[in-house]
């Protein structure tokens, strides 16, 4: 099950299975959705740490966006 993370750590919650968009007979696995308690800790969390990526500058957040999109990619 693909479970939300919060804090680098995953949330457990209820799966359900996930399907393919080219072919909703085909199961690709399962994900379970976040509870609200575990948004509203995400958004604050998110809070907490914009004033430190607002401070790396548009060069370096760049940089690490960059990076995240190619270890997607990968």
């Given at each position: 099950?693909?479970?939300p993370?919060?804090?680098?750590k995953?949330?457990?919650?209820?799966g359900?299975?996930?399907?393919?968009?080219?072919?909703?007979?085909r199961s690709?696995?399962?994900?379970?959705?976040?509870?609200?308690?575990?948004?509203?800790?995400?958004f604050?969390?998110?809070?907490k740490?914009?004033?430190?990526?607002?401070?790396?500058?548009?060069?370096?957040?760049?940089?690490?966006?960059?990076?995240?999109?190619?270890?997607?990619?990968t």
């Amino acid at each position: 099950v693909a479970w939300p993370i919060l804090g680098g750590k995953p949330v457990p919650g209820e799966g359900r299975t996930a399907t393919s968009p080219s072919n909703i007979s085909r199961s690709i696995g399962s994900v379970a959705a976040s509870r609200p308690e575990t948004l509203d800790a995400a958004f604050r969390n998110a809070c907490k740490a914009q004033t430190a990526w607002d401070a790396r500058g548009g060069a370096e957040r760049a940089t690490v966006l960059r990076a995240m999109a190619e270890a997607l990619e990968t």
